[in-house]
Structures are given as structure tokens and as C-alpha cells.
């Protein structure tokens, strides 16, 4: 059913120029959190919010621990004056599964003019690591739809909000739950299936099996609602996952204009994450690949020694290994523009 997806493989990672230099400015973006209460988790989920920043405000480092650098922002600061678009933002699970783990692309963002709130989605990373609470993926959708509720009576964040100017940015499982949001629903069946081995996603159901987590087990009446937020108008999946547990026959229903990327040579890319067929069932989507960059590429910069640090601590996954030798920072460089041009084009800003 597929008449307009545009796609393109990217070979190498091209030199980025006016993006790059804005988001270089001395200008930081401001960043505050809130608490905002989700009654279907019955908790509270803790929001960041990175927006473009005029005065004041403590510098402070966010999303650095012992493997991965910080990105710089401003707490407390006031927020420029004007109208901004909103990006929604979905983190992935494991190391990178807290919303300040996504500022290496979410702080370009506000600098270049967006608001952008990202909810921590609970039980997907440290202490409260839970394979259960992980694997309930509508839990994402809930969150992120609560988030966008809050924001919008935020008194100080609302006169700031341009007028229906909405999308949502997922990365990894964040973009499983950025695809959910406009409409795409999972297969119950594919859905409980997904680790009877681990052909898919050796070190996810690795951990589903450890924790005694049976899939089959779990809500499928809940894996397979219809996620949809009428209120999103664009969104954006890079290596989006499980991309591979979506009922096609949805795919064919969403109407909202999506861009997916995936990072990898096509050949190369994991089942569970290639999402060309995803692509190609949406009527109005955008593809791309980044042949030089990975999935872990989507971590902050690693910092030195983090690969070894990580085999100590018994991370086999290759966390700081990038494509044909590319720097991280190149490709986040490159993620970050093609972000800003593909959110520019969706939702252009009113001041």
C-alpha cells in the first residue's frame, strides 16, 4: 500500500553544517523536571524538559555515569520568549533507559528551537530494573500521552507551546512506542512469541527468561489496544524495537506522516530492528539508513575506558562500537540534523 515512502541509504556521515554550527552556540538549553502522575501505572512518572533557554539557570551535566559523557544544560533557566513545536520523546531500555540518557540529541533540539519532554519510563533501567515492567510496551504509549497532558497545563510551559504542533521521537523500544502512538498496534501472538527463543533478541530475552518472565502470560488484550493520540501529527522512529511484533493490517491505517531510520548496513541490521517493511506499509514515510553507524550508537559518547568497565561488569553488548571506525559524535552530528530537518519540515516554527 505504499506509494509514497521515500527512502535513502546514506553511505557515509556527511559533513553537517548550519545545524551543527547552532547547536555549537554558546546558548545552552534549559532544562527543568516535573512530576506527573499516570493513572494507569498508579505512580508517578518524572519528566525532563529541555526547551530553549533565555536567562539564567545552573550549567549541569545530564545523562553522565561511568560509561557514557554528559550533555550540558542549564537548570532553572527562564524560557525564550516565543512559541515552540513539542517533541514528545521515548527512551530505549538497558543503559540508555532514563530520559536524560537521550540530551546528546534532545538538548540540539530545544537549542534549535523545540520544547521537548521525555517521560523515565519506570522498570526500564537501574535499581528498578523489572524484565515484567519493561515488556508491557503499552505502559510507553500511556506515558508519553500522560506527559503531553501534563505539559499542556503547565502554566509556565503552555504560552510557550506553538498550536498543535506535536510529534513524538523514539529511540530503540522508544521507537516501537513512537510508532504505537500513531496508530500502529502490536500482535498479541507475535508479541507472546517474541522470546520462545532467542533468535530475535539474544540479551532482552535472555533477561525475560532469568526473570521468569513468561510473555505468553502477560495482557494480550492490553499488547494489542490501539495506542493512537490524536494529537501527535508527526513521528519519528530511529532503529525502532521489537519493530518486528506489529500487526501489518495497522500499518496500512496510519495516516500520520513517519520517519524511520535505521543505523547499519541494510544486510547487517537485526530482524527485531529493521524496520524497512514498516516503512513500507506506512502510506506517508520517510526511510533512511546510516550505514556507519550502529545501534549502540544511539548511546551518549562513551567515555574513555567505558568498553572495558562494561566487559567488567558483565556487558557483553559492544556499547561503544560505532561503524567503519565513524565517531560517535559524527554520527550523533548527523542523527541530530536529520531530526531538526525531518521535525523543521513536520511541524515548522511559528516564531
Known amino acids: ?184 498496534r502490536l500482535d498479541p501472538e507475535l508479541f507472546a512469541s517474541y522470546c520462545d527463543t532467542d533468535e530475535l533478541n539474544a540479551s532482552l530475552c535472555d533477561w525475560m527468561n532469568q526473570s521468569g518472565v513468561d510473555l505468553h502470560k502477560m495482557d494480550k488484550r492490553a499488547a494489542g489496544r490501539n495506542n493512537a493520540d490524536p494529537r501527535i501529527r508527526f513521528a519519528m522512529a530511529i532503529d525502532p524495537a521489537p519493530a518486528d511484533i506489529f500487526a501489518l493490517a495497522s500499518l496500512d491505517e496510519v495516516s500520520v506522516p513517519v520517519s524511520i531510520v535505521n543505523l547499519g548496513k541494510l544486510a547487517e541490521i537485526p530482524q527485531t530492528i529493521q524496520a524497512s517493511e514498516i516503512a513500507a506499509a506506512i502510506s506517508a514515510s520517510n526511510y533512511q539508513v546510516i550505514e556507519d553507524a550502529s545501534h549502540a550508537s544511539m548511546f551518549p559518547e562513551c567515555k574513555a575506558n567505558a568498553a572495558e568497565i562494561a566487559l567488567e561488569e558483565g556487558i557483553e553488548d559492544p556499547i561503544c562500537t560505532d561503524g567503519n571506525g565513524v565517531s560517535r559524535d559524527a554520527i550523533h552530528a548527523q542523527l541530530i540534523e536529520m531530526t531538526i530537518a525531518a521535525f523543521r519540515k513536520a511541524m515548522p516554527s511559528e516564531s
Open 1 to 184: 500500500m505504499k506509494n509514497m515512502m521515500k527512502s535513502a541509504t546514506i553511505a557515509g556521515v556527511i559533513v553537517v553544517t548550519s545545524c551543527v554550527q547552532a547547536i555549537a552556540a554558546d546558548n545552552m538549553a534549559g532544562v527543568q523536571k516535573i512530576t506527573v502522575a499516570s493513572e494507569e501505572r498508579g505512580a508517578d512518572l518524572e519528566v525532563t524538559i529541555w526547551y530553549p533557554a533565555s536567562t539564567g539557570g545552573e550549567s549541569v551535566s545530564l545523562g553522565e555515569n561511568i560509561f557514557f559523557e554528559g550533555t550540558p544544560a542549564l537548570q532553572g533557566a527562564s524560557v525564550r520568549d516565543g512559541t515552540f513545536p513539542l517533541v514528545l520523546l521515548s527512551h530505549g531500555a538497558g543503559l540508555a533507559g532514563r530520559a536524560e540518557a537521550m540530551s546528546w540529541i534532545a538538548a540540539p533540539l530545544a537549542q534549535d528551537g523545540f520544547i521537548v519532554a521525555a517521560p523515565t519510563h519506570p522498570g526500564n533501567t537501574g535499581r528498578d530494573r523489572s524484565a515484567a515492567e519493561t515488556m508491557k510496551l503499552w505502559l510507553r504509549s500511556s506515558d508519553i500521552s500522560a506527559t503531553l497532558d501534563a505539559i499542556k497545563e503547565d502554566p509556565t510551559l503552555h504560552p510557550h507551546l506553538a498550536n498543535d504542533q506535536i510529534g513524538v521521537l523514539g529511540l530503540s523500544m522508544g521507537g516501537n512506542t513512537a510508532l504505537s502512538l500513531v496508530g500502529a
